[in-house]
C-alpha cells in the first residue's frame, strides 16, 4: 500500500521560498503522477500542479506559472514543490497526492497527511 | 481555469438521500469523462470517494454514487449516516494536464 509523507510544517517571511517534499513508500513511484494541492484556511482545495517523475516534465496551474517549481528524485522516491515570493495569501495546508499511472486523466487516490506553510513576517 | 460551481452546503436527515451538484464548462466536466469526488473531514486529508464519473475505489460504500449530465457532475449519497457529514470537493481533468476543483460543499446530517 503506497503511502506519501509530507515533511514538516514551516513558517516563512514574504518574498522568500518554502520547499516542501513528499517521501512515496510501499509502492511504485516513477510512474504515478504526483499532483500538488492546497488549502488556505477556511478554503476550498486548488491544483497546483503535476509531474510524473519517470518523465520529469511537470504541468502547472496558469495561476502557478512561473511561482512553483515541481520536481522529482526516482532515486529516493521523492517529489517536492517549491513555490517562491511568498506572500500572505500563500499560507495554507500544501498537500502531495498520488494520480495516475502514466496519466494525468485519473483521480488521486493516496494523499500525504498535508505541510502546514505559514507566511507571516 | 475557473472553479467548478458547487452548492456552498447540502443537508438532509440520516436514511435520506441528497445530492451534490459540480457545474463546469465543456473544457472540463462536459469535455472528459474524469471526474472525481472527495470527502474531507475538517483538519483531515481528502479521500477519493467517486473516479472516473461514477467508479468507486475499493472500500467505498454502494450508497457513494456519481453520474454526469452535460457540464454538470453529481454525488448523490443515499441512505445518509452521521458519519457522512463532511466537506466534499469534486474535480475534473481540464485538458493539458490540469485539473481544477469545486469550491467544495458542506453536507451536514440533521
Known amino acids: 500500500q503506497v503511502q506519501l509523507v509530507q515533511s514538516g510544517a514551516e513558517v516563512k517571511k514574504p518574498g522568500s521560498s518554502v520547499k516542501v517534499s513528499c517521501k512515496a513508500s510501499?509502492?511504485?513511484?516513477?510512474?504515478?503522477?504526483i499532483n500538488w494541492v492546497r488549502q488556505a484556511p477556511g478554503q476550498g482545495l486548488e491544483w497546483m500542479g503535476g509531474i510524473i517523475p519517470i518523465f520529469n516534465k511537470p504541468k502547472f496551474a496558469q495561476k502557478f506559472q512561473g511561482r512553483v517549481t515541481i520536481t522529482a528524485d526516482q532515486s529516493t522516491s521523492t517529489a517536492y514543490m517549491e513555490l517562491s515570493s511568498l506572500r500572505s495569501e500563500d499560507t495554507a495546508v500544501y498537500y502531495c497526492?498520488?494520480?495516475?499511472?502514466?496519466?494525468?486523466?485519473?483521480?488521486?487516490?493516496?494523499w500525504g497527511q498535508g505541510t502546514t506553510v505559514t507566511v507571516s513576517s | 481555469q475557473s472553479a467548478l460551481t458547487q452548492p456552498r452546503s447540502v443537508s438532509g436527515s440520516p436514511g435520506q438521500s441528497v445530492t451534490i451538484s459540480c457545474t463546469g464548462t465543456?473544457?472540463?466536466?462536459?469535455?472528459?469523462?474524469?471526474v472525481s469526488w472527495y470527502q474531507q473531514y475538517s483538519g483531515k486529508a481528502p479521500k477519493l470517494m467517486i473516479y472516473d464519473v461514477s467508479q468507486r475505489p475499493s472500500g467505498v460504500p454502494d450508497r457513494f454514487s456519481g453520474s454526469k449530465s452535460g457540464n454538470t457532475a453529481s454525488l448523490t449519497i443515499s441512505g445518509l449516516q452521521a458519519e457522512d457529514e463532511a466537506d466534499y470537493y469534486c474535480?475534473?481533468?481540464?485538458?493539458?494536464?490540469?485539473?481544477?476543483f469545486g469550491g467544495g460543499t458542506k453536507l451536514t446530517v440533521l
Open positions: 474535480c475534473s481533468y481540464a485538458g493539458s494536464h490540469t485539473h481544477v
Open positions: 465543456s473544457s472540463d466536466v462536459g469535455g472528459y469523462n474524469y
Open positions: 497526492a498520488r494520480g495516475g499511472d502514466l496519466s494525468y486523466f485519473y483521480g488521486m487516490d493516496v
Open positions: 510501499g509502492g511504485t513511484f516513477s510512474s504515478y503522477v
